[in-house]
């Protein structure tokens, strides 16, 4: 069982930036494709960043230039630096990981939600 903590959320002005983080923990053989879900009041959750275990990146086109998805593997830890934060960026964000077994299956984990208000 793998289990993914989130940390960093909070609430900052239009033009202000956060740092999320998320570690996974619990009994890993491998950390593959990690990433940054987030879901805004009445709307469904929708992808906003991910990162492969060799570091390729996917962003959400309205993400693009302003948000930044890194991690560390050794730490199975993934980040997301959010720049130039809009009131449409506010939402819950959910880290995703997906956990490679020594039977060679994977399983797909999430955070419990880390909350990111936008004031205007």
């Known amino acids: 069982q793998v289990q993914l903590v989130e940390s960093g959320g909070g609430l900052v002005q239009a033009g202000g930036s956060l740092r999320l983080s998320c570690a996974a923990s619990g009994n890993i053989f491998r950390i593959d494709d990690m990433g940054w879900y987030r879901q805004a009041p009445g709307k469904q959750r929708e992808l906003v960043a991910t990162?492969?275990?060799?570091?390729?990146?996917k962003y959400t086109d309205s993400v693009k230039d302003r948000f930044t998805i890194s991690r560390d593997n050794a730490k199975n830890a993934v980040y997301l630096q959010m720049n130039s934060l809009k009131p449409e960026d506010t939402a819950v964000y959910y880290c995703n990981a997906y956990h490679a077994t020594v039977w060679r299956t994977s399983h797909e984990y999430w955070g419990q939600g880390t909350q990111v208000t936008v004031s205007s």
């Open positions: 990162i492969s275990r060799g570091g390729s990146t």
